[in-house]
């Protein structure tokens, strides 16, 4: 045990410890800096990797798709775009100088597949820059509760998803039933959360408040080893019971009511007809020989709606039956005519009649004169 401790204590007071925090985060990321030259030989194997995309991203990826050759064929890293799979593919090849940046393309060509345009999908090749894919779909089961919290998400205009790339210093990017964010690690890991509480329906209102409070006090350099829990806000669970729907209550039975009968079960069906005893192919037999008869049934009627259009319509059929009242009016018509007819003709007789009792009075006159001049 003693040997132990001593060797404990050496491992605290070694004098070549280095605390990362003393040391400013540019100076580390230039001595990670991995440039061309660092690998002596070229990788021995070939590492490849390949993504599916939807019918809709065809025509866009082949616009966009020399400028991603362009892109990674300065990491010495190629790629394929098959049409005919709807597939992409990247793979290391002899002039690649940076072995991690096979992962970086792989990144590359999935935010690709999930609508993030080139200009930012590129911006994953970046040493300090990562991406996740959150897949959302599975953590809802019914379909309208899932795109009203995915709406959530968006806000309205996309206010409330610009609040959270602004505080989160990430770009997310909401399609179909995935989330695809690229950023740093810690910006991620608070997408990620708040994606997930949206969808278990926690708002993300109150994780932009958090997250902007989280924001001031980081500037005050007093609160730095301080706990901040008593200045972050805490929201209470609040079950709201929904209305129910009013049904009419069930009318209570009289004290001399007997209950209604039951449905039969299919087996009791088949106790009653005596079929639940029959052997297997029997059974088999029967239900084939009912199977028949229904498709025989089935094509007779077809059959029949087949043949109706070339059978030959009757007279009686073919002519319209008329109504009663068109025939009262017919009446009528007919009626107002004939009378038209008979009093034309007895205003002819009239005027005959009258032209003859001149003529006649004519002659008279004439000759009584001659009598009197006599």
């Known amino acids: 045990m003693s040997d132990i401790n001593q060797d404990d204590k050496k491992v605290k007071d070694k004098p070549n410890a280095i605390d990362l925090s003393t040391i400013p985060e540019e100076d580390i990321k230039n001595a990670l800096k991995f440039e061309m030259g660092d690998m002596a030989t070229p990788l021995l194997e070939e590492s490849s990797f390949a993504t599916l995309f939807p019918k809709y991203r065809e025509q866009y990826l082949r616009e966009i ?26 793979r290391t090849t002899r002039k690649t100088w940076d072995p991690y940046m096979v992962l970086k393309a792989r990144d590359l060509i999935k935010l690709l597949a999930r609508s993030v345009p080139f200009p930012q999908a590129v911006k994953i090749l970046e040493d300090d820059v990562t991406c996740e894919v959150i897949k959302v779909g599975n953590l809802v089961n019914n379909k309208e509760r899932f795109v009203k919290r995915r709406q959530r998400l968006l806000g309205p205009n996309g206010n ?54 989280r924001k001031e006090l980081a500037k005050d350099p007093k609160l730095a080893n301080e706990s901040w829990d008593r200045f972050l806000p805490r929201f209470k669970k609040r079950n709201v019971k929904q209305k129910k729907p009013k049904t009419d209550k069930a009318k209570k039975k009289k004290s001399g009511e007997v209950n209604p009968e039951f449905t039969p079960r299919k087996i009791d069906l088949q106790l009653m007809s005596g079929e639940y005893f029959l ?29 109706k259009d070339f059978v030959v319509p009757k007279e009686s059929d073919a002519t319209p039956k008329r109504k009663s009242s068109d025939r009262a009016d ?30 006649s009075y004519v002659a008279d006159g004439g000759a009584s004169k001659k009598n009197k001049t006599k």
Not at 65 to 90: F, N
Not at 171 to 180: F, N
Not at 291 to 303: C, P
Request: with cysteine; glycine share 6%; net charge positive.
């Open 279 to 307: 052997k297997p192919d029997e059974k088999r037999a029967r239900e084939m020989e009912r199977k028949k008869k229904i498709s025989a049934e089935n094509r007779a009627k077809k059959v029949a709606e087949r043949n």
């Open 160 to 213: 409330t998803l610009k609040a959270i790339e602004l505080l989160t210093g990430c770009y997310i990017m909401i399609q179909g039933s995935t989330v695809s964010a690229m950023g740093s690690y810690k910006g991620l890991k608070e997408v990620r959360r708040i994606v997930e509480d949206c969808m278990k329906n926690v708002h993300p209102i109150y994780h932009i408040k958090e997250l902007m409070i």
């Open 330 to 359: 017919e009446k009528k018509q007919l009626e107002s005519l004939m009378n038209k007819f008979k009093s034309k003709a007895a205003e002819k007789k009239e005027s005959k009649r009258g032209s003859s009792d001149v003529a």
């Open 65 to 90: 798709w020399p400028l991603a050759t362009k892109a990674l064929d300065k990491h010495g890293i190629g790629c394929q775009l098959d049409l005919v799979e709807g597939s992409m593919t990247v």
